[in-house]
């Protein structure tokens, strides 16, 4: 599997349902096992992601969003335990895993993935050209 936005994500952009603004809003990052979840372009909501969660997921910080390039500051997910971790989902946190839009599937970074947690951090380096573009 390659990076890849979801499919419900990709729509919203062009009805504005649910809206989700990559710059105001609450956007997060969490680190996904992918022997639990497997990607499914069409899923819409965290929730179809958020059994394979390992950690706790990250608010990304520093967001800009020039000339249809997302780009954040590379998150740290602080003492990490669990199953081996190998591919990353953005979304739009309202509070509610049944409302959190999925935004993007992430599995090719620059580094940091795939990882096994030790209990450690856990510091994944986006890619120099922005996290995805549309």
Sequence with gaps: ????????YKASRLTESPSVNMSSDTIKIALIDTGTYSFNANDQYYSAVSS???GTP????????????FDAADPTFSSVTGNSVEALVIYKDTGNAA???????IDTVSSG???T????????QFNAGGV???
């Design 1 to 8: 599997m390659a990076n890849a936005l979801f499919n419900p």
């Design 52 to 54: 394979a969660v390992v």
């Design 58 to 69: 990250v608010t990304l910080g520093s967001k800009t969003t020039t000339n249809g390039v």
């Design 99 to 105: 409302t959190s839009p999925l935004i993007a599937w």
């Design 113 to 115: 993935l795939p990882v």
């Design 117 to 124: 947690p030790n209990g450690g951090n856990i510091v994944v």
């Design 132 to 134: 995805f573009s549309i």
